[in-house]
């Protein structure tokens, strides 16, 4: 069974770091492309960043460039978030969500997904 | 502002079929798969319509994905109670070079 559980959040002030991290089983976590989700309170989903299987590509959201760092450790199954010079606007629940995909032998309009996600963890931004 | 455009609400009784619909660009919608994601009340969001059309192991063929153009849609024929939740349409921006999600539909069962 796919879980991924998210962990790290918390409570910081403005300004302030935060690392979060998402454990991943019960599937090649070393195969995947990984994802960070967020979601503000009542508002919708927002995507944050992804890092492919290698590292090797590393994509994020205008809204944390530079502040927001993707990583991930193949040898223990895990991706992290380091967030830096965090803004009130950060106040989010922080999902982790694996990116399967439909190659052209099974899809008509091959691309990619998100097919797991973790339950995510709360971060909250406040003096 | 979201990139894809989805209405905020939509409503149904029990039975009927309703309709989300999801609009975009040639650079994102106009290019790449549509993916749907329901997310129910307190919980995590969940895959339910990849590459466009596509369903995965587990959802039921009361739920139908659709893409024509620059927009998507999302079909729910036979509607039940248990479908009352949020349903968001997601894309890849390759202006952007990232993924893109609607606003957000608020389905509600009357």
């Known amino acids: 069974e796919v879980q991924l559980v998210e962990s790290g959040g918390g409570l910081v002030k403005p300004g302030g770091s935060l690392r979060l991290s998402c454990a991943a089983s019960g599937f090649s976590f070393s195969s995947y492309t990984m994802n960070w989700v967020r979601q503000a309170p009542g508002m919708g989903l927002e995507w944050v960043a992804s890092?492919?299987?290698?590292?090797?590509?590393?994509y994020s959201a205008d809204s944390v460039k530079g502040r927001f760092t993707i990583s991930r450790d193949n040898a223990k199954k895990s991706l992290y978030l380091q967030m830096n010079s965090l803004r009130g606007e950060d106040t989010a629940v922080y999902y982790c969500?694996?990116?399967?995909?439909?190659?052209?032998?099974?899809?008509?309009?091959?691309?990619?997904?998100?097919?797991?996600w973790g339950q995510g963890t709360l971060v909250t931004v406040s003096s | 502002q979201s990139v894809l455009i989805q209405p905020p609400s939509a409503s149904g009784t029990p039975g009927q079929r309703v309709t989300i619909s999801c609009s975009g660009s040639s650079s994102n919608i106009g290019g790449n798969p549509v993916n749907w994601y329901q997310q129910l009340p307190g919980t995590a969001p969940k895959l339910l319509i990849y590459s466009s059309n596509q369903r995965p192991s587990g959802v039921p063929d009361r739920f139908s994905g659709s893409k024509s153009g620059t927009s998507a849609s999302l079909a729910i024929s036979g509607l039940q109670s248990e479908d009352e939740a949020d349903y968001y349409c997601?894309?890849?921006?390759?202006?952007?070079?990232?993924?893109?999600f609607g606003g957000g539909t608020k389905l509600t069962v009357l």
């Open positions: 997601a894309t890849w921006d390759d202006r952007l070079n990232g993924w893109m």
């Open positions: 969500a694996r990116e399967g995909n439909c190659g052209t032998t099974s899809c008509l309009e091959p691309g990619d997904f998100f097919d797991y």
């Open positions: 890092i492919s299987s290698s590292s090797s590509y590393v």
